[in-house]
Structure formats: C-alpha cells, structure tokens
C-alpha cells in the first residue's frame, strides 16, 4: 500500500494554467495510430463524468484496462473526468489501522483516510501521462480543489452551491484545453481548509455533483457487476441484470442496503442525466449494463398524501400472521382504496380511503371476518389524514420518529398511527389539523 503524506496548497499549481492541445498515440486492441483530437467545430465533444470503483483499480491490470477505457474515449474526442476510489481495500485498511488509535481526533483520521484516494488520484493521472494524455490530478491541498464540505468529519456532506461554483471555475476551463481532470472521491475539503471524508459511497457522490456542476451527458460508474442486479447475488440464484430502471425505484433498492449506487449520493442525481453501471472486465465505457435515469426524490418531502379522509380500520383476529388467507381476503375487499396495511399478532390495521361508500365496504369486511373461524371483530376510526415524510436515508438518522412525535405532541396533536417503509415515514393523525401537523413535522425535520 502507497500512501503519500501531506503536501502544502503552495506546493501544487493551480489548474488556471493553460494547456495545449497535442497528438496522441494510443495503444488498444486495434494497431496503433496517431490521433488527433476533432475540432469541437465539426464534432460535438460528449462530456463523462466517470468514476472507477476500488475493485476496478486493484491491481496493475485492472488500472490499465481502466486507463485504456477513458483513453479510448478521448481519442474519440470526447471530454472525460476521472472520478477514482482507493486502490482495493485502501480504505478499510486504514480504517482499520486508525480504529487503534488512542485519542485519534476525527480531523486526523480524515486526513489519513483520503490517503488512499490521494494516491489513487496520482496513479491514475500518471498512467494517463505516459499514454500520451494530458492529465490533471487534482488534490485537497490544491488551491483549486472543487470539493467543499461541511465539517461533519468521517460523514461529511459537499456545500452544493459552493462546490458547483468551484468545479466551473477550475475544470471547465483545464476540460477545455484538452486536459482529462482525475480528482480523488470519497474526500473533500472543509472552508477553513482541513480535509474532510464523505462516508461511504463518497466517490459516486463526487461523480454526480460534477456531473451536474458541469452538465456532462452522462455518468459512468464502474464496477465490479455487471450492471445493478434483480438482487443480491450471495442471496438469490439467478439474478439478473436490470437493463433500465428509474431513479424512484433505485431509491427504494438503495435504502435496503444494497450497494448500487450510494443513497448519500442520490441526492445529487440530474434528472437530465443519465448514470450507466457498468462492469470493469472488458475496458470499455460504452458498455451496456444499466441505465439509470430520472430524478431522485427531495432532499426533505412532507405531503399530505390524500385529498380526502383515511378510516383505519382494525380486524382483530387469532394468531393473524399464521392466517394469511384472512389477511388477503380483507386486504381484497379493501381493493384500490386501500392506503396501507400493519399487523401485529392479534390485529391487523387497513387504512382506507374515506369514500362515500364505506359504510358499505365496512359491512362486507365485517361479514368476511365473522365467517372466518380465526376473525373475531372489527372496528373503525375515521376523519383521519395521511401525511407522508419522504427522504433519502431517513431511515439512517436516528431519533426521525421521535423529533416527528415531539413536535405533534407539542401542540397537543395526536398520532393514530405511523409506519416507516425504507425512506418515508406516514403519519396518520386528525384531518382537521392535517395541514398544521404537516408543519410542524417538516420544521422538526429541517432543524435537525
């Protein structure tokens, strides 16, 4: 493992400085040949954003087909930025290492951390040069350094409008002079100049955030998949690669755990830009793989999510979870009015849209419990509303619930129900203060 040690800002040029345009030798499967990049005049030069996992840079051939994959794509003449993680297990090495440290202060584990993108950054930029290819490795000790994070140290979250500003000011014009940015992920740089890590997932974070500061085409993350898969292939045989999916239902994978694309990370996705997960064995970054496309969902969504009341109503029978044919023969009854469902052992809740015709609805529920020996009885309560709390990794921060039931209780607002599902959480409480609790619940939310 290479690990470099810290370098003064003063130390490093800036990337102002000029570059100009030169002929390139490339060497690929086909014989080699001088290539000269086209004018932007007659040719539309495509601009990646793309970012090479750990697994894809683990060794010395793994870099080179990755090396040879953005060299192909700038002989075509398109623009490329490099986003790289650290070599292999870099990371959870140091990690490792750090975590024995008496009294480490969080400052400098960081500091030792992005030690491994550092280097990666470094390989990554020399092994372009020696291509033929201008490069540019960018570090946080770089006056330019375009990434800017809060002090949240070992989790830290990129300032968006300050981090954009940056990457126009200094890529933009090195990706015009022909020059091919290789920039460290999973690292930042606090405003009062100490380097700061991202948490996992940081270098798809890094990727996307360029991508929209810079209005690239598209992002292409590397991997060592083929693609995002149907599931996890250590649990399900016979996985599958999903040839396209939406960013609504990639959120909803993100938040089980599943390590596609980093939830931290998707807040920054464009919807007018497409991510493409590719695999790292044949060296090419027109792979198929997996298009991703479509926005990801807000940063902090509260909505009331019906238009009118919600009845909850309880079926209370023996042992339900052991009766699944009751259980689906309510939830059938319930049919497209249905809003959502919780059980426990002896009860189970359907919460219902309040139509004109629910007495009706209630009566046949009633009968489809008294003629099932296990169901015992039923009761209802309306008037209530749905007020639906969506975002990203909610699950992830502790205490969402509790500040959600602090702030309702506050004002003497009563909770008949809640249910958390992967990044949103619904609050059922009385529809006459549904606006008020809906308030209430964004305020608790954004000051925390």
Known sequence: MVIFTG???????????RHKHQILTLQDSRPSSSLRLPSSS???RRLLIVKFGGSSLSNPKRIGLAVASVAREYARGNRVVVVVSAVGNTTDRLLHLTNGGVGLVDTDRDDILAMGERTSARIFAASLKSRGIQARCYDPADR???????DNFLNANPLKTRSIQRIRRYLEPVLGDGVVPVIGGFIGRTTDGRISTLGRGGSDTTALLLAMALEADEVVLVTNVPGILSADPTLVRNARVLPRIDMKTLTGIADTGTKFIHRKALRFKDPSINVRVISNTNGRLDSQGTLVTGASIPELEVTI???HPVASVTIVGKELPHQPELVQKISKLAGPNLVAVSQDSDSAILYIKQTPKLQQQLSRLHDAVLKDPHGIALAARTGMALVKVRSIGLEERPGVVARISDALRSANINMFGILTITSSVLVFV????????ASLIRSSLENN
């Open 7 to 17: 370098i003064s800002a003063a130390s490093r040029p800036s990337s102002t400085t």
């Open 42 to 44: 007659h040719h539309r």
């Open 144 to 150: 330019d350094w375009p990434i800017i994070t809060d």
């Open 305 to 307: 999510s019906n238009p």
């Open 430 to 437: 009385d529809w006459k203060v549904r606006r008020k609790a």
